[in-house]
């Protein structure tokens, strides 16, 4: 039912708990995101029905599962804002990378 909304939120707040920082929160967002679209690969290419069953596809899979309209719409523009706050973050460490 909502097994993959309530891990996601809990795996969510454990990270703003222990890290506190808004760095972190992007940081896991993006870990838990690149995750599940791995294990959506994997459960495409290697016919295990169970993986399939068990894990959704990505985050905006779920936020679609439990929300509808102009919810969605704003969560779903969050999570790109989010994404480009991920994208800048990567992109500043390796351009600041030390050889």
């Known amino acids: 039912m909502y ?7 809990l795996v969510l707040i454990l990270v703003i708990f222990f890290f506190r920082k808004f760095s972190s929160f992007v940081y896991a967002i993006a ?3 690149i995750f599940l679209r791995i294990m959506d690969f994997l459960a495409v290419k290697i016919p295990l029905k169970e993986l399939g069953n068990i894990l959704p596809n990505s985050i905006p899979d ?9 919810v969605l719409d704003i969560f779903l523009w969050g999570y790109v ?5 991920f994208l ?8 600041h990378k030390k050889k």
């Open 81 to 85: 804002i989010i994404y480009i706050f």
């Open 31 to 33: 870990i838990i995101d």
């Open 62 to 70: 779920i936020l679609n599962n439990y929300l509808k309209d102009t």
């Open 88 to 95: 800048v973050y990567i992109t500043n460490y390796f351009i």
């Open 3 to 9: 097994i993959d909304l309530i891990i996601v939120i």
